[in-house]
């Protein structure tokens, strides 16, 4: 993403009962103009209230930022640049 002048954060989900947590920390400590929530949690149908907790702390502490969705890291780029 650096290389494509972003200026990415990594929020790794550690913990499915802290996930929507964490994320809300994040994007309450700084603004972002796009948030991209990964494969590896939108796919997983074992993980779809992460998702959704994820999805409704975005709307709530980045009301304003894009959402995008990858289809794995390879595509990660595309998918910021979609709404970037």
Request: a negative charge; zero cysteines; aromatic letters at 8%.
């Amino acid at each position: 993403m650096s290389e494509l002048g972003y200026e990415a954060r990594l929020a790794f989900i550690q913990s499915a009962d802290t996930a929507a947590a964490d994320v809300a920390a994040m994007l309450k400590s700084e603004s972002f103009d796009v948030v991209m929530i990964g494969a590896g949690v939108r796919k997983d149908d074992e993980h779809f209230l992460v998702l959704e907790g994820l999805v409704n702390a975005v709307h709530e502490h980045a009301p304003h930022a894009q959402m995008a969705f990858n289809t794995g890291p390879m595509d990660s780029a595309a998918a910021v640049q979609r709404w970037a």
